[in-house]
């Protein structure tokens, strides 16, 4: 039976320039969502605990790898698609689970991060464009969007792992 992987967690960056701060801290809070995650099964995964919300785990991390899709696709140029969300149903990364394989999606999330990380180092922070919607932006206020998406969404994922199986820290 597969299970989330464990994760080792790096320490948060004490120090440094700009650049080198924001990208150890998106990895900080990367590596954090992943931490609350870890050691799960498909099951747990899958389970929506904190009534009347029918958020998971596994959406979670679908969302959070739509989210690292976006800001590949705004500083990268590719793809064009998100890997959950659609125009149809926005909310896909969330509710189209029946047939979703978490491990797979797990597998998505990650390479979606490992793009980015590749990406990002070569991109001035003050590098401007224009998103889906039309708002312009740099890719510092893009970093700064995803971290706070992981910070939002790992206080989710926080009250729903405890209620799981009692795991709390940070």
């Not at 785990?57 to 899709?69: F, S």
């Not at 149809?88 to 029946?98: G, I, K, M, Y």
């Not at 740099?138 to 971290?147: C, E, F, K, S």
Request: hydrophobic share 40%; charged share 30%.
């Amino acid at each position: 039976m597969w299970r989330t992987p464990d994760i080792d967690r790096t320490p948060f960056p004490a120090g440094g320039d700009e650049r080198a701060l924001l990208l150890a801290w998106l990895d900080h809070k990367r590596e954090t969502f992943l931490f609350k995650i870890s050691g799960l099964t498909e099951q747990q995964l899958k389970t929506a605990n904190a009534e009347p919300s029918t958020l998971t785990l596994h959406g979670l991390l679908r969302h959070m790898a739509d989210n690292e899709r976006w800001i590949r696709r705004l500083f990268t140029g590719g793809p064009d698609d998100d890997c959950f969300f659609t125009d149809d149903n926005p909310d896909a990364a969330f509710t189209d689970l029946s047939g979703a394989d978490p491990e797979a999606d797990y597998g998505v999330l990650l390479a979606e991060m490992d793009h980015v990380r590749a990406a990002l180092p070569t991109r001035d922070l003050d590098e401007a464009v224009v998103d889906e919607d039309g708002d312009k932006m740099t890719l510092r206020v893009a970093v700064l969007h995803v971290l706070e998406e992981y910070s939002r969404h790992t206080g989710h994922a926080d009250l729903i792992r405890q209620r799981l199986d009692g795991a709390v820290g940070h």
